[in-house]
C-alpha cells in the first residue's frame, strides 16, 4: 500500500483503489484533487469545518484507527455480512420493505445520522464527535466543510455513519450517544445509505 501520511504527494497513477478509498475516509480528498506535488496535509488544510475552504472539497472524513470487525464486536453489532432476510426491521410499510430488501442484496447496510447545526456550532459539535469516534462510540463521521456548505447554499450539518441499519439497537446507541455527549437535543433524521 502506498504511505499516506498528511505530507505524501501522491499521483493518481501511483494508487490501488484501496489508497483511493483511504484517501476519501481519512482525508475527505477524491482522486482529482491530487496533482502529485501538493502535500494531503496542503488539500485538507483544517480538522475544523468553519475554516476548511480549499475549493471543491466539501467534507471533512474522521474514521478511528479502528477496524470494522472490532467495533462490530465491541458494541455487538450485527456484521453486516451475516445479515440475512431474518435480520430485516419490522415495518407495516411496503416501501420500506422493499427498500431493506433491496439494501440486503445489494450489501449496503450502512446508514447515517444527519445531525443539522448551524455554521457557529460546528466546530465544537465536530470535535465532540471525532472524539466518540476515536473511543470507538460511533463508528465514522464526515462533515460538511465552509466551502461545501456555501457551495450548497446549505447549513452546516454533520453526518455519523453506523454499519448496520438493520440492528436498530445499534442505531439508537449511537443517537442517545449524540444526545448525551455532543448536545445534540435537535429532531434528528437517519437516512440508509442505499
Not at 480528498?29 to 496533482?35: E, G, K, S
Request: charged share 30%; glycine share 6%; net charge negative.
Amino acid at each position: 500500500m502506498t504511505p499516506l501520511g498528511p505530507d505524501s504527494a501522491p499521483s493518481l497513477d501511483d494508487l490501488t483503489m484501496t489508497d483511493i478509498v483511504e484517501l476519501g475516509e481519512r482525508y475527505g480528498v477524491v482522486p482529482q484533487d491530487l496533482d502529485g506535488e501538493t502535500p494531503l496535509r496542503a488539500l485538507v488544510q483544517s480538522d475544523d469545518p468553519s475554516t476548511a475552504t480549499r475549493a471543491g472539497v466539501h467534507w471533512l472524513v474522521h474514521r478511528g484507527s479502528h477496524d470494522t470487525g472490532s467495533h462490530l464486536a465491541t458494541h455487538g453489532i450485527l456484521d453486516p455480512e451475516e445479515t440475512t432476510a431474518a435480520d430485516l426491521p419490522a415495518t407495516d410499510y411496503d416501501a420500506i420493505r422493499d427498500l431493506d430488501a433491496e439494501a440486503l442484496s445489494e450489501g449496503v447496510l450502512s446508514g447515517k445520522w444527519n445531525v443539522f447545526c448551524a455554521p457557529e456550532e460546528v466546530d465544537d459539535r465536530w470535535h465532540r464527535v471525532r472524539a466518540l469516534v476515536d473511543e470507538t462510540v460511533l463508528f465514522s463521521a464526515k462533515v460538511s466543510t465552509e466551502w461545501g456548505r456555501k457551495a450548497k447554499d446549505q447549513d452546516t450539518h454533520v453526518v455519523v455513519y453506523t454499519p448496520n441499519y438493520f440492528d436498530t439497537d445499534d442505531v439508537f446507541r449511537v443517537r442517545d450517544s449524540l444526545r448525551a455527549r455532543c448536545g445534540v437535543d435537535t429532531t434528528l433524521y437517519y437516512k440508509p445509505d442505499l
